[in-house]
Nanobody, 120 residues
Framework: QVQLVESGGGLVQPGGSLKLSCAIS????????MRWYRQAPRKERELVAG???????SYADSVKGRFTISRDNAKNTVDLQMNSLKPEDTAVYYC??????????????WGQGTQVTVSS
């Protein structure tokens, strides 16, 4: 049973920083894209950042220059370093993994979400 375990959320003042981490527990055959999404109250879930197995990254325009996504392929982890946080970054952040099981069947995994609140 593969699970994504997220950590690092919390309350931070505007301009502050947080680092989210997501670790994969259980056996997974292959991992392609790893992403972070977020969902603010009364809004749809949106893609924040993504990173391919080769290390190519992409970001939502709203977080470019402030957030950095990284992954450790040996440890099967993905991090999101968030700097210069703004109140509008307040949301539940979700880890997402596009991978495959040992029968080479594509599998999509989601974390349980971690709350990030930016407020003074």
């Amino acid at each position: 049973q593969v699970q994504l375990v997220e950590s690092g959320g919390g309350l931070v003042q505007p301009g502050g920083s947080l680092k989210l981490s997501c670790a994969i527990s259980g056996s997974i055959f292959g991992i392609n894209v790893m992403r972070w999404y977020r969902q603010a109250p009364r809004k749809e879930r949106e893609l924040v950042a993504g990173i391919t197995s080769g290390g190519s990254t992409s970001y939502a325009d709203s977080v470019k220059g402030r957030f950095t996504i990284s992954r450790d392929n040996a440890k099967n982890t993905v991090d999101l370093q968030m700097n210069s946080l703004k109140p509008e970054d307040t949301a539940v952040y979700y880890c997402y993994v596009d991978g495959a099981d040992y029968s080479s069947t594509r599998r999509i995994y989601w974390g349980q979400g971690t709350q990030v609140t930016v407020s003074s």
